[in-house]
């Protein structure tokens, strides 16, 4: 069965600060990878998908970037925090377009 | 006018009451529809997929009308675990990878 994990669970930063986000899915190959914020009291909003490694389609233009250094793995990141990135993250799979998408815990990012 | 709507609620509802859920939609091209759970500070979880001809899970059934672009979840015979917020999903059109998601009904199941 697949899996998905995220780490850190949660994180505090300094505004200004860099961001690494990790997402690793288990169990199978070549699925399109999401990752998504959650402020609070908010819908989820699209960051970024990814259709294959090294291929990343950017939905909000931020301060944010993503990476897919492998077929499985699935990086969120950031050179200078602000503020307004405080979130929940989460990371997601499936295993093509129009299908459900399972996503792993989360890591809950308070900037401060 | 938002490309999900749901109604925040929170819906209160006492153990064994019957309770229903709407989500409207504005992008007639929509092709995938889905209801996830949330629990406080947890992660989305798939409840189910939406399917044009409705379908049945246990005491949860999804309803899909296109004509009206909307989707429906009913739920039976409510329990106390059922208390969590309820996110309408939709994919909004064949071919992209783009999910948008409604901010969610809450609802309390009271003993």
């Known amino acids: 069965s697949q899996t998905i994990h995220q780490w850190p669970a949660t994180l505090v930063q300094p505004v200004g600060s860099p961001l690494s986000l990790e997402c690793t899915v288990e169990?199978?190959?070549?699925?399109?990878l999401y990752w998504y914020r959650q402020a609070a009291g908010r819908g989820l909003q699209l960051l970024f998908y990814?259709?294959?490694?090294?291929?990343i389609s950017s939905e909000v233009p931020q301060n944010l970037s993503a990476s897919r250094p492998q077929d499985r793995q699935f990086i969120l990141s950031s050179k200078k925090l602000l503020l307004s990135d405080s979130g929940f993250y989460l990371c997601?799979?499936?295993?093509?377009?129009?299908?459900?998408?399972?996503f792993g815990p989360g890591t809950r990012l308070t900037v401060t | 006018r938002k490309e999900v709507e749901q109604d925040p609620g929170p819906f209160n509802v006492p153990e064994g009451a019957t309770v229903a859920f709407n989500c409207t939609y504005s992008?007639?091209?929509?092709?995938?529809f889905f209801w996830y759970r949330q629990d406080c500070r947890k992660e989305p979880k798939l409840l189910m997929s939406?399917?044009?001809s409705g379908n049945e899970d246990g005491r949860f059934t999804a309803q899909l009308n296109r004509a009206s672009q909307y989707i429906s979840l009913l739920i039976r015979d409510s329990k106390l675990s059922d208390s969590a917020t309820y996110l309408c999903?939709?994919?909004?059109?064949?071919?992209?990878?783009?999910?948008?998601f409604g901010t969610g009904t809450r609802l309390k199941v009271l003993a």
């Open positions: 997601a799979w499936n295993p093509d377009r129009g299908y459900e998408q399972y």
């Open positions: 169990g199978t190959s070549n699925p399109n």
């Open positions: 990814s259709v294959g490694i090294g291929q």
């Open positions: 992008n007639s091209a929509s092709q995938s």
């Open positions: 939406v399917y044009s």
């Open positions: 999903v939709v994919n909004i059109a064949t071919g992209t990878y783009k999910y948008i």
